[in-house]
T-cell receptor, first 115, second 116 residues
Framework: NAGVMQNPRHLVRRRGQEARLRCSPM?????VYWYRQLPEEGLKFMVY????????ESGMPKERFSAEFPKEGPSILRIQQVVRGDSAAYFC?????????????FGQGTRLTVV | AQSVTQPDIHITVSEGASLELRCNYS??????LFWYVQSPGQGLQLLLK??????LVQGIKGFEAEFKRSQSSFNLRKPSVHWSDAAEYFC??????????????FGKGTKLSVIP
């Protein structure tokens, strides 16, 4: 049973380009979470999705950031017109149901560098 | 405001010594509590979790944690540290955020260094 798969592991983008980060949850998991980790800081919640639905996007910046989890395929975190401040590690996690009774499993992360 | 506090940013211990990493939370209801470990450049691995029941929980790699409701704490312990335990440790709480949603809120982490 493969774990949470994120790709790419490392991504370099120039300012103004778009970044697409992909996350395939564990088999049987329908809940996906995206977190951002800035240097020397903990993980900050961005968005929580279930298949075809955004449940909670309270941690997403209002502009340039979007997320989706289609019926088929991986979840995508999209950052448009990247800026240097977007450089961070982005982690995806999945769970089989609500976190009130289970844990979230994390991927290895995508390290985004904006140059 | 609901929050998770890890008061120690960096701890250094000698190999073979005991370890305790502190975690305090601020949350009105019964929390769901987790400890994760992150090695450099890696993702997060779950060490242990508390949902209910026995307040002393056992995890992987010889770690344990004790939930103390009166102190709003969930401290992580290990009786004898190994050099391979050097990593960053994160305490997390699953909080209800409305609309049928729970989200993990993390502390800022404690970096553990181990002296041979």
């Amino acid at each position: 049973n493969a774990g949470v798969m994120q790709n790419p592991r490392h991504l370099v983008r120039r300012r103004g380009q778009e970044a697409r980060l992909r996350c395939s949850p564990m088999k049987g998991h329908s809940h996906v979470y995206w977190y951002r980790q800035l240097p020397e800081e903990g993980l900050k919640f961005m968005v929580y999705l279930q298949k075809e639905n955004i449940i909670d996007e309270s941690g997403m910046p209002k502009e340039r950031f979007s997320a989706e989890f289609p019926k088929e395929g991986p979840s995508i975190l999209r950052i448009q017109q990247v800026v240097r401040g977007d450089s961070a590690a982005y982690f995806c996690a999945s769970s089989p149901r609500l976190l009130s009774g289970t844990e979230a499993f994390f991927g290895q992360g995508t390290r985004l560098t904006v140059v | 405001a609901q929050s998770v506090t890890q008061p120690d940013i960096h701890i250094t211990v000698s190999e073979g010594a005991s370890l305790e990493l502190r975690c305090n939370y601020s949350y009105g209801a019964t929390p769901y509590l987790f400890w994760y470990v992150q090695s450099p450049g890696q993702g997060l691995q779950l060490l242990l979790k508390y949902f209910s029941g026995d307040t002393l929980v056992q995890g992987i790699k010889g770690f344990e944690a004790e939930f103390k409701r009166s102190q709003s704490s969930f401290n992580l312990r290990k009786p004898s540290v190994h050099w391979s335990d050097a990593a960053e440790y994160f305490c997390a709480v699953a909080l209800y955020s409305g609309a049928g949603s729970y989200q993990l809120t993390f502390g800022k982490g404690t970096k553990l260094s181990v002296i041979p």
